[in-house]
């Protein structure tokens, strides 16, 4: 195979050929290093790349267990960078912090040593905003990851480095975390998927503390809906490390995914009622995109959120700056440390910090309300679909978007509020793609499904892509 063949195969695909011995771990390692050498400076996606002598010999190493008859798994040989959020044993995880920048984790973090352990072979991380906070991915440590279809535009975040690398074939699948929109806003700039699991689906940790609810998750991006459900299958399943991670082993997301979804009523959510500001265009395609699913049998109507989505993202708010706050807290008190967190991590702390106790518990009170509310809802849907992102990818320049639509952002992540109802609750929600603006940039939209239904919003997502071939437009650098 040409080395552009290689590197744009999908991960099953890739899996097949490698375990077919119709081309080898060596000459994958060889085609991803020359597309990476290639592309990665006009985007800036992977950081910390190891050197090729020691990934080239780790991929001599996978072909020899294949030549044995040993196989690690679905991912044997198989060239994997990890977002830079996540611990890797050997391997820096800065968080794109100067705080962090030497930071050497002596062990995985759970999701990744399961995809090691399954055979891929770790090549370095993906870039991320400051500590992951901002859907943005810049820090003073790598600088801005730049879109792969306007390199003058954000890439989304915290996951952008991620979803440029998949964009650009650097990557066949991508490994990212959602807190507030994370594996969605950046799926949405790069004109790729990602699934935000069910909260506790991919386990969390190891970590000092494993019982506070940390409203984010870990999960997979991927080029087809088929390699996420891979992806995942590998990722999820229970660990006693982790105890608020789901039963089951990940194996019902292994198999190719069924795509019969004949009778499934989608409700579409678009700005909540005209509650969240959008970039003109955006909910025209983001509509647009349910007309792939009619075609398909499913029953698409209008719906509603059923609860004021100010209490919501208020809510949000509110439980997001007390995590943050307890998180990094010793950062902020520290003089050696202080002066290097960003403007966004300082705001969150003190916000956090100020916090009376008995407005932590409101918050909690609103979301379960809002929870029982969700419930109701999803007695007369089975899926709901609002957009990704609000606006398409903006000035990479910008710290964050100041407004949108004329409309001032009051926080600097206001202007993603529409992912907070699946983040505020733990839902299943996959990012996939809706099309382009007239100028090219990419736009998408999330599917939302019912508590723990991950596998029907795979399926959904899979027959999406069956009707549209929006996943086929690579960007040309």
């Known amino acids: 195979m040409a080395n552009g063949e290689i590197t744009g ?42 050197e090729a002598d020691a990934l080239l010999a780790e991929a001599d190493a996978a072909d020899a267990e294949l030549a044995a008859g040993r196989s690690r798994g679905a991912f044997h040989g198989i060239p994997q960078a990890i977002k830079d959020l996540a611990m890797t044993a050997g391997l820096p995880t800065t968080m794109g912090s100067p705080v962090f920048a030497r930071q050497v984790p002596e062990e995985d973090s759970i999701h990744v040593a399961r995809v090691r352990a399954a055979g891929a072979i770790i090549i370095g991380k993906t870039n991320v905003p400051e500590f992951g906070l901002g859907s943005h991915t810049y820090n003073p440590l790598f600088g801005p990851t730049l879109n792969p279809y ?64 940390t409203m984010a998750t870990d999960g997979p991006m991927a080029r087809s809906a088929d390699d996420l459900a891979l992806l995942l299958s590998v990722q999820a399943g229970y660990d006693p490390r982790a105890p608020q991670s789901l039963a089951g082993d990940g194996s019902e997301f292994a198999p190719e995914l069924a795509d019969d979804v004949a009778g499934t009523r989608i409700g579409w959510l678009g700005d909540l009622g005209g509650h969240l500001p959008t970039e003109p265009g955006i909910l025209d395609l983001t509509r647009a995109s349910l007309d792939a699913f009619a075609g ?18 208020q809510a949000w708010i509110d439980l997001r700056s007390w995590r943050v706050a307890g998180k990094l807290g010793p950062l902020f008190e520290s003089a050696a440390t202080r002066d290097k967190l960003k403007p966004a991590a300082i705001w969150e702390i003190e916000r956090g910090r100020a916090l009376p106790l008995a407005r932590i518990e409101e918050a909690s009170a609103v979301r379960s309300a809002f929870y029982r509310a ?38 600097y992540h206001r202007w993603m509020e529409t992912v907070v109802p699946a983040s505020l609750l733990g839902l299943p929600a996959i990012a996939l793609p809706a099309g382009f603006s007239p100028s090219g940039l990419p736009a998408g939209f999330q599917v939302i499904g019912r508590p723990r239904d991950d596998l029907g919003v795979l399926r959904l997502a899979k027959t999406y892509e069956r009707a549209t071939d929006w996943l086929a437009r690579a960007p040309e650098l």
């Not at 990704?388 to 320049?397: E, G, K, L, R």
Request: aromatic fraction near 6%.
């Open 9 to 50: 195969l999908g991960a099953r695909a890739l899996s097949r050929a490698i375990h077919e011995r119709q081309v080898s771990a060596r000459e994958v390692m060889e085609a991803t290093l020359a597309r990476i050498a290639e592309v990665n400076p006009k985007i800036n996606a992977i950081v910390s790349l190891r």
């Open 150 to 213: 306007d390199p003058a535009k954000s890439a989304g975040g915290s996951s952008g480095g991620a979803a440029a690398a998949l964009a650009t074939r650097m990557l066949c699948v991508a490994d990212g975390s959602d807190m507030m929109g994370s594996l969605r806003n950046p799926a949405a700039f790069c004109n790729v998927m990602g699934l935000r699991p069910s909260y506790g689906r991919v386990p969390a940790g190891p970590a000092p503390e494993v019982f506070f609810d």
């Open 296 to 313: 398909r049998g499913c029953a698409v109507e209008e719906a509603e959120l059923a609860f004021e989505p100010e209490r919501v993202f």
């Open 374 to 411: 969700m419930l109701r809802l999803f007695d007369r849907v089975d899926a709901l679909v609002m957009p990704s992102a609000q606006i398409f990818p903006f000035d990479v320049t910008l710290d964050w978007p100041a407004e949108v639509a004329g409309r001032p952002m009051d926080t």
